[in-house]
């Protein structure tokens, strides 16, 4: 009877301060000192680099660090793989990571900081502003001066851009998750058609709206059925967040913008506005509604969720697809190998005309931002920094991205390359190959150069450059490209060089104005255009209008025009903080 | 334990020393029922210890939602702001829709979740068959063990326009013709969340009927057969009254969980097309208080949680002493 009263308020409350409760959130690895093997990394250090004076006198001593990522990384095996044990015994390092099981980790990293208790280190993407603001990282400068000259060396000319923002130049976090120097060799976003459809249809030119529509709704007429199931000429996944995917960022790349987030920013004023918020992408939306009218848009486009979405493409039913390579490659897979890849997808730079042109490549520079960070609760910092400065070091990059040499890769004149029956066991059975080597399980841990970037001794630091990335094209795509005359999808992209760098890199990657009133207006107006988005592009076509206007007016009452001031200031700072010297 | 416990503090001469104990009265009266009855006091302490620990202790928390709470500083540097978190939630248009959403929701499953497992319960008392009672009895609770994720899964396949068993039924049926978009219709949602719950907790919610069924004098059927009462009057005069008391305990504990009724199924089965519908005060919590790192706000969204379940469950069983004179306090 009292029970009951308690269990009441119990079942209320822990739900609410869960906060509170979350004590063992952060959950800090406990350091299995095994003082007997340490004396095996200490013998057999061979640390190559010259430059890599430090190195030398590091501490080798077996620690474990605790390790919150904010992806998801389902292959991590616990540094039992083979990239993992040459680190443990090259840095005397072993990391007990937890990673975020899909799309964000905001909700986790809040709780971490209402917790106040942090695991050693942590890869946070966008939510690093609520760990700076409650005060749980510290801050790299002095060390990075003191033990790192890799990291140094590898962020060189970026350095300003470590800095947190203009009024707190401290450096919190190591960024990780772009690559420096990156040249793109493919493109993997912009408007998805079949190899069949283009094959069929004489590979046309695929340019405009009205080119992409014409060959879905050509092939679609000739072939309503697929296997005996219905085809599916065109569907999106608008499941959670991938509604910016494929939902609203294709309208500002399909109307001529470089991706800056939500925000539209002003070329020469900086002045940041909701994208959505442009009369041209109206349009662009008004063509997803004549689409959806039309029968050519799937009309589960805006419920299903991404599993549905990820088997109806698997199934080889979808024409055409909206999205980045990322986001279906999976599903992709699973249907490469039917009929030559006649099922997979080629890329096209489609805008809303053949005068506006696709953003994908607009240059940003390297992005910082999204990193990895060393929290105040890190038992030996400077151990932590020499982890990531070697994991920086020629030694740690080759053995991150291509594993190790007589394994995963051979020497070959000098040149780096991968064996054929490597290569093929990467293609055709990427799982497992990932869980046993560990290759591409430590892309955040410490900075890497980006493709085409080339070493010493002439190799590419990473596997991704033209011959390899060609090599993985199935029959039908190298088929396509061809009658395109291109060799990667790239090709028929607008190239980097035709823009200019955004001095600010691209804004989604500032981080979120502490004002309290940001956030939550920033929530509301994303819940209305996920909302009112996918109600215009299904309403009647004489309806359109009435609801995208409803949604712009809503927009206006959420006092939108607040938070675009702020995100001006924003980006401003930033401008100034990059272009300082 | 605790039932025990609370019996014997509330009457002492109940107890099992009663008699003896009558007599003294005060503190010393209370001393020595705790020395007669240490046993039962010792057993209880880890039971009062888990509440304690876990329902009384994280209350400390609630002092979040008169703070502008900010993490990383410590209690004495926080900044207090009386009830501006409260204000704020109260004047949100957002959160009266998802409290109406959140009523509606729990009321409908209240009604249906109530009602349908006793009818189950008391039809499956009735079959003869034992082998065929216990099949479908264990058939009709295993969707409980089953996960809202899986379950949720189930649920879109099966309402989908692409080939999914309902629409495929109603079209092969000829009700429609076209496929009925079952997910992308806000009115919907709410019929939709009702009725998968159904189907999850049909079976399990019936087992504590049966027990209580199970638990009736069959000398009162065999009495009532003699009367000539025929199966349906058994029911109505029999079974029915005979597990009364676990069916008034059990609304008034529902009544008091209306407004928290948790938000996985409406986190798993709902979409952007029917957010009005979909959103709940729990979900409303974490979109608009933890993911924004807003503790304050979000704390205030949960005392409000607390103090309305804690008035609707007085409420409740007020109202049930008077009218059945079951209760539970």
Redesign the interface.
């Known amino acids: 009877?009292?029970?009951?009263?308690?269990?009441?308020?119990?079942?209320?409350?822990?739900?609410?301060?869960?906060?509170?409760?979350a004590v063992t959130a952060g959950c800090s690895g406990s350091n299995n000192n095994g003082a007997g093997n340490s004396n095996v990394a200490a013998t057999s250090n061979t640390q190559g680099e010259a430059a890599n004076a430090d190195a030398g006198k590091q501490d080798l001593k077996p620690v474990t660090f605790s390790f919150f990522g904010a992806d998801a990384s389902p292959n991590w095996n616990k540094m039992q793989d083979e990239v993992g044990k040459v680190i443990t015994e090259k840095t005397g390092v072993t990391i007990k990571a937890e990673y975020a099981v899909s799309g964000g980790a905001?909700?986790k990293i809040?709780?971490m900081?209402?917790s106040?208790q942090y695991p050693d280190m942590v890869f946070a993407k966008g939510d690093v502003d609520?760990l700076v603001?409650?005060?749980?990282l510290i801050d790299l400068t002095d060390l990075i001066d003191k033990y790192a000259p890799n990291l140094k060396k590898v962020y060189g000319k970026y350095m300003q851009r470590l800095k947190y923002s203009k009024e707190d130049t401290s450096i919190y976090v190591l960024p990780s998750n772009d690559s420096i120097d990156q040249t793109y060799f493919d493109a993997g976003g912009g408007f998805e058609l079949q190899q069949r459809v283009l094959k069929e249809l004489g590979y046309p030119q695929i340019r405009t709206l009205e080119d992409y529509e014409n060959a879905l709704k050509t092939y679609y007429a000739k072939h309503p059925t697929t296997d005996g199931?219905?085809t599916?000429p065109l569907t999106l996944d608008?499941?959670d967040w991938r509604?910016m995917i494929t939902g609203t960022n294709p309208a500002f790349l399909a109307t001529g913008l470089p991706d800056d987030g939500e925000y539209y920013i002003n070329p020469d004023t900086y002045e940041a506005s909701f994208h959505i918020r442009r009369p041209e992408e109206k349009e662009y939306f008004r063509w997803l509604n004549k689409m959806f009218n039309e029968g050519l848009l799937?009309?589960?486009a805006?419920?299903?969720?991404s599993?549905?979405y990820k088997s109806?493409i698997a199934s080889g039913r979808v024409l055409g697809l909206i999205d980045q390579e990322w986001g279906y490659g999976d599903a992709e897979n699973a249907i490469k190998s039917k009929d030559e890849g006649a099922y997979t997808y080629g890329h096209f730079p489609v805008t809303i005309s053949a005068d506006v042109k696709d953003h994908s490549f607009a240059p940003t520079g390297f992005m910082a931002g999204y990193g990895i960070a060393i929290t105040k609760d890190c038992k030996d910092p400077v151990r932590a920094i020499q982890f990531l400065d070697w994991m920086a070091s020629d030694e740690g990059q080759v053995l991150r991205n291509w594993g190790i040499e007589g394994k995963q890769y051979n020497v070959e004149n000098g040149i780096r390359v991968i064996p054929a029956d490597i290569q093929k066991q990467k293609i055709e059975d990427n799982t497992n190959f990932t869980k046993n080597t560990g290759i591409g399980l430590y892309f955040v841990f410490g900075p890497h150069y980006g493709d085409g970037v080339k070493d010493p001794s002439g190799s590419y630091y990473t596997t991704n450059f033209p011959d390899q990335i060609v090599a993985g094209y199935t029959n039908a795509e190298k088929e396509t490209l061809k009658a395109y005359g291109a060799t990667t999808w790239k090709d028929l992209f607008p190239k980097e060089t035709e823009f200019k760098e955004r001095p600010y890199g691209a804004a989604w990657n500032i981080p979120a104005p502490s004002d309290?009133d940001y956030?939550?207006i920033f929530?509301?107006a994303e819940?209305i255009i996920?909302?009112k988005i996918?109600?215009a592009v299904?309403a009647k076509p004489a309806d359109f209008d009435k609801v995208y206007d409803s949604m712009l007016k809503q927009l206006d009452d959420v006092n939108l025009g607040k938070i675009e001031k702020i995100y001006t200031q924003a980006v401003k700072d930033r401008v100034e903080q990059w272009s300082a010297k | 334990m605790e039932l025990v416990k609370a019996l014997t503090e509330k009457h002492p001469a109940a107890g099992p020393d009663g008699a003896a104990l009558a007599a003294s009265s005060g503190p010393a009266r209370f001393w020595k029922v705790m020395k007669s009855q240490k046993y039962l006091y010792f057993m209880s302490m880890p039971f009062v210890i888990w509440v304690f620990v876990f329902s009384y202790m994280p209350l400390w928390g609630w002092t979040m939602a008169f703070q502008d709470f900010k993490a990383g500083k410590t209690f004495g540097e926080q900044k207090w702001v009386g009830f501006k978190h409260f204000q704020e939630l109260f004047t949100d248009e957002r959160f009266y829709l998802v409290l109406r959403n959140t009523l509606a929701m729990s009321l409908m499953g209240l009604i249906v979740g109530f009602v349908v497992p006793i009818l189950f319960a008391v039809l499956l008392n009735e079959v003869k068959g034992r082998l065929f009672k216990r099949t479908v009895q264990t058939i009709s609770y295993l969707p409980h063990f089953v996960s809202w994720v899986v379950v949720a899964g189930i649920v879109t396949k099966m309402l989908s326009t692409d080939s999914g068993a309902v629409n495929n039924l109603l079209m092969w049926l000829h009700i429609t013709d076209e496929p009925i978009q079952f997910m992308a219709k806000g009115n919907w949602f709410w019929s939709i969340v009702t009725a998968s719950d159904l189907w999850k907790e049909l079976g399990w919610s019936a087992i504590i009927y049966l027990a209580a069924i199970a638990g009736i004098d069959p000398e009162l059927y065999e009495a009532s057969r003699v009367d000539g009462a025929n199966r349906l009057r058994q029911m109505w005069h029999i079974t029915l009254p005979g597990i009364r008391t676990t069916i008034s305990v059990l609304l008034i504990m529902s009544i008091g969980h209306l407004i928290s009724i948790g938000f996985e199924k409406q986190f798993l089965l709902g979409n952007n097309l029917v957010k009005d519908y979909s959103e709940v005060l729990d979900l409303y919590a974490l979109n608009y208080g933890l993911s924004l790192a807003r503790f304050s706000f979000g704390t205030a969204i949960g005392i409000f949680n607390s103090v309305v379940s804690i008035f609707l469950l007085f409420l409740a069983n007020g109202v049930l002493k008077k009218v059945t004179k079951e209760s539970i306090m």
Do not use: C, H, Y
């Open positions: 009877m009292k029970m009951l009263k308690m269990r009441q308020t119990r079942a209320t409350a822990v739900l609410v301060l869960a906060g509170v409760l905001t909700d809040s709780l900081a209402a106040g609520k603001d409650a005060g749980a199931k219905p599916i608008t499941d509604i799937d009309k589960e805006f419920v299903q969720k599993d549905q109806k309290s956030n939550v929530k509301k819940d996920w909302k996918p109600e299904l």
